[in-house]
């Protein structure tokens, strides 16, 4: 009889927690780690997360612990869910305790700031692994509807087939319907890209801009985004599946989304400031939008609607002026 596949969850936010009960569900033996005590105490004493979804039970094969030596022990999956500009020094805590063989699997949608890499570039840098050993998981994957086991399916990406179709196998559900990919590449950008695009489209909302703007400014970031994705070898096609439009329809359609909320809150006058002061959660955009433009001046992308929501974000921009000047932009044909 074979042994339950093992998988280790760094982070007990609300993706992390999310994800863990998937594997779980999945038939997987999870750990979850986290770094206030508390937490992991109401996880294995009331079989729930009270800080992201009160209320909802975690499956019994679901712990957490505050050690990470205890949470990555004999790991066939580490899955890291944190902020993306904290993953490199917290890999680097992490990483003597890692299980010897096993896979890292990023669920963070964000380019980091300064080097301007994508989250398994920073995976394979920091644990010292080959692109077999790092898989991404990514799509239109809202946490609450997903600890409430409504439908979804995600993207299970890897350049080594056989690894992603093994995570796939890991996170099956009746409810989660994971598809594999090899384009890591793209379905990175498209995870990252969509939180800035989300902004802009929340920002349009809060300034009451109607669903013209709204249509325009997903299709315009889906166009932006592919840009880069092609100037990075990446393969287009990702862009019109889940990892690209469908995650990018997600995020600025919900009000469930952190970017959209982020932005709408930006778009009704309030200053960046105030809106974090508003907002518990990350809202990965806010950081990586300059990191995004600035990976896209590198590959001689152009960009506007990025280098819009980093002039508001950023530069105090107030929104209707950047409107303009988006919207002033001389004319071209919609293919380039």
């Not at 729930?48 to 030596?69: H, I, S």
């Not at 299970?156 to 890591?184: I, K, M, S, W």
């Not at 988006?326 to 293919?335: F, G, N, T, Y």
Request: aromatic share 4%.
């Amino acid at each position: 009889m074979t042994r339950p596949v093992k998988a280790a969850v760094f982070g007990t936010g609300s993706w992390g927690t999310a994800f863990g009960m998937v594997l779980a569900d999945a038939g997987c033996d999870v750990t979850l780690w986290g770094r206030r005590p508390e937490v992991a105490d109401a996880v294995n004493t009331t079989r729930t997360n009270p800080d992201y979804f009160p209320g909802v039970e975690l499956p019994a094969n679901l712990r957490a612990t505050c050690d990470p030596a205890e949470a990555a022990a004999g790991a066939d999956f580490t899955v890291l869910a944190i902020p993306s500009q904290t993953l490199r020094g917290n890999l680097a805590a992490w990483a003597p305790a890692l299980a010897p063989d096993t896979v890292l699997v990023s669920l963070m949608k964000g380019v980091e700031l300064g080097t301007c890499k994508r989250m398994s570039e920073v995976v394979r840098e920091v644990a010292g692994v080959g692109a077999d050993r790092v898989a991404v998981v990514t799509g239109p994957n809202l946490a609450k509807e997903i600890v409430a086991r409504m439908p979804a399916a995600a993207v299970v990406a890897c350049g080594d087939e056989a690894v992603a179709r093994r995570l796939q196998a890991a996170c099956h559900t009746p409810y989660f319907r994971p598809y594999t990919n090899t384009d890591v590449v793209g379905c990175e950008l498209g995870g990252a890209v969509k939180n800035v695009i989300g902004l802009a489209v929340g920002i349009a909302d809060g300034m009451g801009l109607g669903d013209n703007a709204k249509g325009s400014l997903i299709t315009r970031g889906l166009a932006e985004t592919t840009r880069l994705g092609l100037a990075m070898g990446a393969d287009p096609l990702t862009f019109s599946g889940l990892a690209g439009l469908g995650d990018l329809v997600a995020t600025c359609s919900s009000p469930l989304s952190r970017n959209h909320t982020f932005g709408t809150n930006l778009g009704k006058g309030m200053t960046l400031q105030e809106t974090i002061a508003v907002t518990r959660q990350t809202a990965e955009g806010v950081k990586s939008c300059q990191s995004v433009l600035d990976l896209a001046r590198r590959h001689g992308v152009d960009m506007p609607i990025t280098e819009t929501v980093v002039g508001i974000v950023h530069e105090g921009k107030p929104p209707m002026v950047a409107l303009k000047e988006l919207m002033a932009r001389s004319a071209k044909p919609e293919r380039r």
